[in-house]
């Protein structure tokens, strides 16, 4: 059915796999730098995510509602992003500075457990009910599907992917330029590197640490809504689902490292789709139901060789 | 000070105690996959609770037959943690529940069983929760085993003259099981299977399956739950083009199916479910209390749900009193197909009978509910298409 070289390659295996670690890669950037500056796990980074794309969709549906035309969910984000990163300032301040000084396995626990009250609470506002966030199915662009078609190597890429991947190469670049040129970003990787040494060098680490919310919190909105753009609904355990393959990038990129995080993110995405490829015969390498269990070799087998990651993040 | 407390607390225990109320654990998937299915089958577990207590309640002093619901979310630890809380916390007599056979083959053998308490499940219908007892008669349903779904679904694949496919399965009891008799019996009678997949539930893409699996096939039998990868699978599926037609069963019949993917892209794909056969008697007195309550009398697993709620009732007011040990032996009593015929709501008439020390046999709006050796029962099942926007189900036989 699919002749032309690669044509099933690209399409089906290596585009969905781009897109996937776009969005690994945004939600691994917030995990990456609260674990890097913060240094603990925080696993209520992927219902952040889920509550964002659910405000996003509110934001939709009231303007829909009240103009008649719903906003671009990139539009409906940025609010959504300021709502998101006041949540976690609020978290932060009540739930996790308490245990600022306190073992790690506090804070961690302290996570853990507003990821399970900011699930049912979405769950209570919103029901636990999927939203459709796009109704119907997203066709390829037809443009570039006869133009690359008549030149043998038909691309089939549906908008929604072409504004994922444009938007998280946006967002990267924007990030690279906070961390490497403006003064907070460097005293972010200041205390990323080390933190008494920046503390004696004058940083205020609180004022770092909002930073670091506020850039984790705006990281994981645009992940949250590009998740919704591709899936087109909305469920409370999105966020979650994404979690555990967030982690593995952040690993493998190296702690603390937010281009680690890309490029883990990226490595994990392609590395799930990659692995249910018929390399050999007809039938699918690994089958599909091992899909995840792909993202955590990697990420083991990283721990055991080069455990600081690819960038060499910070190890503990 | 304490004393006074302590003597509050005791007489507060004696009160309770003496208006001991009839408990019966309701764990049912309100979050989860599938929570649009679940919600109105959870209603018609209050309609019996509500019909059994407006009837006089349970045994002759009219206790109050209470049903304590928990969430099993679908998923086997939320069962089994779900069920551990109502038999050692609440202190139910049995189980009418959990609602998917991950949930409720977990929750029977690591907690009712050991227990000795009666699972009656609403909707769990893998092949194989039949003989997963050894020695204990502990699990019913009053749901169909897929063993005859599937045969039922692959019967249909053929009769539609699909005569090759794939077959995509969510990785859990009740898909895998679906999946395989579906398989079996598909290839048996002369379908070809080109591939036959599992696919991990909860991912954010299947592009890559639906490419493996339709390179050389346009029909699809997909069994998965839809709120847990099966519209996106199927999106996937259609944006890609990989696939047009579709099969499937109960836990992609959702309403949910249709408002996310279109009706306009729907019209190739078909899904069964258990049904009721609407000329019985049981039947009609259901669909009319079902209308009542503004419920759809034939809702998946809606009279399923109705009816294990009814049946767990019975088999208590049968057993004399809430002794746990007593349920299993009461539950075959009134579901042996003999006996004086009691239909859906009529709970005043089965109490006289036996409080006079008949027998009855309860026909409910599912179906007759007649338990075999292993506790299930057989059922109808019905193909749904969609129709101006909506589900809408056919009897097969």
């Known amino acids: 059915m699919w002749e032309s070289f690669g044509f099933e390659f690209v399409n089906f295996y290596f585009v969905p796999g781009i897109v996937l670690g776009c969005i690994y890669a945004l939600g691994a950037i917030g995990i990456t730098l609260t674990f890097g500056i913060l240094r603990f796990a925080n696993f209520a980074h992927g219902e952040v995510m889920m509550t964002g794309a659910y405000v996003t969709w509110t934001i939709m549906a009231l303007t829909g509602a009240l103009f008649g035309w719903a906003l671009h969910p990139l539009i409906a984000a940025i609010p959504s992003v300021f709502l998101m990163i006041l949540v976690f300032f609020v978290v932060d301040r009540f739930f996790y500075k308490p245990f600022r000084k306190a073992p790690t396995i506090k804070v961690v626990m302290a996570s853990f457990g507003m990821m399970l009250v900011i699930r049912s609470l979405v769950q209570i506002l919103w029901g636990p009910n999927q939203i459709t966030f796009v109704k119907g199915i997203a066709k390829p662009n037809s443009f570039i599907r006869e133009l690359t078609g008549s030149m043998d190597m038909m691309i089939l890429v549906p908008n929604k992917h072409f504004l994922i991947m444009g938007g998280t190469v946006v967002i990267v670049m924007l990030l690279g330029y906070l961390l490497t040129y403006t003064r907070i970003g460097k005293a972010m990787r200041a205390v990323s590197d080390s933190p008494d040494l920046a503390l004696v060098t004058g940083i205020d680490v609180e004022v770092v640490i909002r930073a670091t919310w506020i850039v984790g919190g705006a990281c994981a909105v645009a992940a949250g809504v590009f998740l919704a753009t591709d899936i087109q609904m909305l469920e409370t355990t999105m966020g979650f689902r994404m979690l555990l393959p967030m982690f593995a990038a952040a690993i493998l990129g190296g702690i603390g490292k937010p281009y680690g995080a890309v490029l883990g ?24 139901g091992y899909k995840s269990g792909v993202a955590f070799s990697i990420m083991i087998v990283m721990l055991i060789v080069r455990p600081s990651g690819i960038f060499k993040g910070r190890t503990f | ?84 809380k109502l038999i050692n916390v609440s202190g139910v007599v049995g189980i009418v529940g959990p609602v998917c056979s991950g949930g409720t083959i977990a929750q029977a053998e690591s907690v009712s069983i050991p227990a000795g308490v009666v699972t009656l499940s609403v909707s769990a219908s893998a092949p194989a929760i039949s003989n997963m007892e050894t020695g204990t008669d502990l699990v019913f349903r009053t749901a169909a085993s897929d063993a005859y779904q599937g045969v039922a679904l692959a019967e249909l694949a053929l009769a539609k003259g699909i005569t090759d496919m794939s077959v995509s399965y969510a990785n859990d009891d009740y898909n895998a099981g ?59 599926a259609m944006e890609t083009g990989a696939f047009s037609t579709f099969l499937g069963a109960d836990g992609m019949l959702a309403q949910e199916v249709i408002d996310q993917l279109g009706a306009e892209n729907l019209t190739n794909a078909t899904f069964t479910t258990s049904t009721s056969d609407e000329s019985t008697p049981g039947y009609a007195a259901w669909s009319a ?106 009897i097969i036989k």
């Open chain 2, 289 to 394: 209390l079902a209308a009542a309550a503004d419920l759809n009398p034939l809702g998946p697993f809606v009279p399923n749900s109705y009816d294990a709620a009814f049946m767990m009732a019975l088999a208590i007011e049968k057993a004399g009193s809430a002794n746990r040990d007593l349920i299993a032996g009461a539950l075959r009593a009134i579901g042996n197909g003999s006996g004086e015929v009691i239909l859906p709501g009529e709970w005043a008439k089965a109490k006289k009978i036996i409080a006079a020390g008949g027998d009855i046999n309860y026909n409910g709006g599912s179906g007759p509910q007649d338990f075999d050796a292993n506790g299930d029962v057989a059922g109808d099942f019905s193909a749904s298409v969609v129709k101006d926007g909506v589900w809408v189900g056919k």
């Open chain 1, 265 to 288: 993110g990226l490595v994990i995405g392609l590395a799930e789709e990659l692995s249910s490829y018929p390399w050999i015969g007809d039938a699918p390498l690994l089958s599909p």
């Open chain 2, 1 to 84: 000070m304490r004393k006074s407390i302590y003597s509050c607390i005791a007489a507060l225990v004696v009160v309770s105690g003496a208006n001991a109320d009839v408990k019966v654990g309701n764990p049912m998937a309100m979050t989860g996959p599938i929570p649009d299915l679940v919600a109105p089958m959870a209603l018609a577990v209050d309609l019996a609770e509500k019909h059994i207590n407006e009837q006089g309640g349970m045994f002759a002093s009219g206790e109050e037959y209470v049903i304590v619901r928990a969430d099993s979310m679908c998923d086997p630890v939320a069962g089994v943690d779900a069920v551990t």
């Open chain 2, 178 to 236: 679906l999946a395989a008799v579906f398989a079996e019996h598909y290839a048996a009678n002369g379908g070809k299977i080109h591939l036959n997949e599992a696919h991990e539930p909860n991912k954010a893409s299947y592009r890559s399956e639906v490419a493996t699996l339709g390179a050389n096939t346009e029909n699809l039998a997909l069994f998965a739950y839809y709120g847990s990868g099966g519209i996106t699978l199927m999106r996937n």
